[in-house]
């Protein structure tokens, strides 16, 4: 930026100041207008952007620090420089507390101003270099709405690339909460069907019975209830994707019933006798270990390795953690469009994200951010923000600091953590793991825990 294509308002009640300072700016090259008072100034700048301000601290009506205030409201980007005759130490620090650049004494040198505006459009300069830079940054570090610059979800991103110029099947392996359903639906946003529909189903939520209705549809009067003829999910999806999420909770019959799609392409209605075709792309994703799966016999061979044309794994959020400062700018973005709110993460804070294991991912994180923005007093989110339930005191015979321990013993000591810090209150502890609290119910039960502190009411209301 240089002094020709920078735009500066004076501020100033004086006529002889505004001309005067006008005079010198014009003659180092700067686009100047002026405002004799601060409302006048307060409209301008909601009519126009300003790079520089010179704003006079004493004026009738609205004064230079309430000018200041409004200024980093309205254009929080621009520099305000605060000119007085009265200088004391009092009002220089309550003009640089409230976001001021630098303070000017009257009667000021011409030559010292013009060092001054060297500084600043210097210094504005650097910011948008630094701004261009992050954007390169972060474009460089994206796969749409996928964050990351680890090298392992760089492989990822360019397996995803390549997967979806095809029309293959997928399937995306990883735990829960680690993005397997962005991934999904940005796959199918770099695709060819990118036009049609993307249609996500959880294959862990229904009944058999249900599931096979939502996925096929059904025929009316196919089953009790069944008042009128309904599509399904493949139907819905025509043209576009279908994914299908938790794909190793499905029964036999409906694992056969898949396969039969998958090899032709066709399918009947619940109830129904006419064949449908049908034209969809099928990514598939599980948490589970589909070929431990398969060794045990709970899941069919043929239908593994139909779906595991083009398998993606994606790693959790624990093996990659250099990419939480990334997710961490990514999600603030996020939360102030959709909070109209603006905070940033202390250092320490930060320190507390990286020290975590995040048994629940990146969704985890997320939970953990919009938490820490909505609890935050002002606009920096410091670690008693977060709701992190500090490390346990170790047990006699648990394993020792630094020595590994399974995932089940990992997840099982967060959620305790978790329901400890809560008083036993299971459904703000699910909100902060991620999880519904059907499921957390399931993994009280499955790890034998206890919920100290839990009211008598079941629904851990």
Same mark, same amino acid.
């Given at each position: 930026?240089?002094?020709?294509?920078?735009?500066?308002?004076?501020?100033?009640?004086?006529?002889?100041?505004?001309?005067?300072?006008?005079?010198?700016?014009?003659?180092?090259?700067?686009?100047?207008?002026?405002?004799?008072?601060?409302?006048?100034?307060?409209?301008?700048?909601?009519?126009?952007?300003?790079?520089?301000?010179?704003?006079?601290?004493?004026?009738?009506?609205?004064?230079?620090?309430?000018?200041?205030?409004?200024?980093?409201?309205?254009?929080?980007?621009?520099?305000?420089?605060?000119?007085?005759?009265?200088?004391?130490?009092?009002?220089?620090?309550?003009?640089?507390?409230?976001?001021?650049?630098?303070?000017?004494?009257?009667?000021?040198?011409?030559?010292?101003?013009?060092?001054?505006?060297?500084?600043?459009?210097?210094?504005?300069?650097?910011?948008?270099?630094?701004?261009?830079?992050?954007?390169?940054?972060?474009?460089?570090?994206?796969?749409?709405?996928?964050?990351?610059? $680890?090298?392992?979800?760089?492989?990822?991103?360019?397996?995803?690339?390549?997967?979806?110029?095809?029309?293959?099947?997928?399937?995306?392996?990883?735990?829960?909460?680690?993005?397997?359903?962005?991934?999904?639906?940005?796959?199918?946003?770099?695709?060819?069907?990118?036009?049609?529909?993307?249609?996500?189903?959880?294959?862990?939520?229904?009944?058999?019975?249900?599931?096979?209705?939502?996925?096929?549809?059904?025929?009316?009067?196919?089953?009790?209830?069944?008042?009128?003829?309904?599509?399904?999910?493949?139907?819905?999806?025509?043209?576009?994707?279908?994914?299908?999420?938790?794909?190793?909770? +499905?029964?036999?019959?409906?694992?056969?019933?898949?396969?039969?799609?998958?090899?032709?392409?066709?399918?009947?209605?619940?109830?129904?006798?006419?064949?449908?075709?049908?034209?969809?792309?099928?990514?598939?994703?599980?948490?589970?270990?589909?070929?431990?799966?398969?060794?045990?016999?709970?899941?069919?061979?043929?239908?593994?390795?139909?779906?595991?044309?083009?398998?993606?794994?994606?790693?959790?959020?624990?093996?990659?953690?250099?990419? +939480?400062?990334?997710?961490?700018?990514?999600?603030?973005?996020?939360?102030?469009?959709?909070?109209?709110?603006?905070?940033?993460?202390?250092?320490?804070?930060?320190?507390?994200?990286?020290?975590?294991?995040?048994?629940?991912?990146?969704?985890?994180?997320?939970?953990?951010?919009?938490?820490?923005?909505?609890?935050?007093?002002?606009?920096? +989110?410091?670690?008693?923000?977060?709701?992190?339930?500090?490390?346990?005191?170790?047990?006699?015979?648990?394993?020792?600091?630094?020595?590994?321990?399974?995932?089940?013993?990992?997840?099982?000591?967060?959620?305790?953590?978790?329901?400890?810090?809560?008083?036993?209150?299971? $459904?703000?502890?699910?909100?902060?793991?991620?999880?519904?609290?059907?499921?957390?119910? $399931?993994?009280?039960?499955?790890?034998?825990?206890?919920?100290?502190?839990?009211?008598?009411?079941?629904?851990?209301?």
């Amino acid at each position: 930026m240089t002094g020709e294509n920078t735009r500066v308002l004076v501020v100033d009640d004086e006529e002889i100041v505004r001309e005067s300072l006008g005079g010198w700016l014009q003659e180092d090259g700067f686009q100047v207008s002026s405002a004799p008072e601060g409302r006048t100034a307060v409209e301008m700048m909601k009519r126009d952007r300003w790079n520089v301000m010179l704003v006079d601290l004493k004026m009738p009506g609205m004064d230079g620090l309430q000018v200041l205030e409004e200024a980093r409201k309205l254009q929080p980007e621009a520099a305000i420089i605060m000119m007085t005759a009265y200088a004391t130490v009092d009002t220089a620090v309550t003009a640089m507390k409230l976001g001021a650049f630098d303070y000017l004494v009257k009667p000021f040198d011409p030559e010292e101003l013009s060092l001054l505006m060297q500084k600043v459009v210097a210094q504005q300069s650097l910011v948008r270099e630094n701004a261009v830079l992050r954007k390169a940054l972060k474009k460089e570090h994206r796969f749409r709405d996928l964050v990351s610059k $680890s090298a392992a979800m760089q492989r990822v991103f360019e397996l995803a690339q390549v997967a979806a110029r095809s029309n293959s099947t997928i399937l995306v392996l990883g735990e829960s909460g680690s993005g397997k359903e962005v991934l999904a639906r940005t796959i199918h946003e770099e695709s060819p069907r990118a036009g049609g529909p993307f249609v996500a189903m959880s294959c862990a939520a229904l009944t058999e019975t249900l599931l096979e209705s939502e996925l096929f549809g059904h025929e009316k009067g196919s089953f009790t209830g069944a008042n009128a003829r309904r599509k399904g999910k493949f139907e819905a999806a025509a043209g576009g994707t279908l994914f299908l999420d938790e794909i190793g909770d +499905i029964s036999p019959k409906l694992q056969l019933d898949l396969l039969r799609v998958l090899e032709e392409r066709k399918f009947q209605r619940v109830g129904g006798n006419e064949p449908i075709d049908v034209d969809v792309r099928i990514i598939a994703a599980t948490n589970k270990d589909l070929k431990k799966a398969v060794t045990d016999g709970s899941f069919r061979e043929d239908l593994f390795y139909r779906l595991n044309v083009i398998p993606v794994t994606l790693p959790p959020l624990r093996d990659r953690k250099e990419d +939480i400062p990334l997710l961490v700018e990514h999600f603030l973005d996020r939360l102030e469009a959709e909070m109209k709110k603006r905070v940033k993460v202390s250092p320490e804070a930060m320190g507390a994200l990286l020290a975590h294991d995040w048994p629940g991912n990146v969704r985890e994180l997320r939970n953990v951010l919009e938490r820490g923005a909505v609890v935050a007093q002002g606009d920096v +989110i410091k670690p008693s923000d977060l709701g992190l339930a500090p490390a346990p005191a170790r047990a006699p015979g648990t394993n020792a600091p630094g020595e590994p321990v399974s995932l089940e013993e990992v997840e099982k000591r967060h959620i305790s953590e978790v329901l400890g810090h809560t008083g036993g209150n299971v $459904s703000q502890a699910a909100r902060l793991l991620g999880i519904d609290r059907v499921t957390l119910y $399931s993994k009280i039960r499955k790890f034998q825990l206890r919920r100290d502190g839990e009211e008598s009411d079941p629904s851990g209301n």
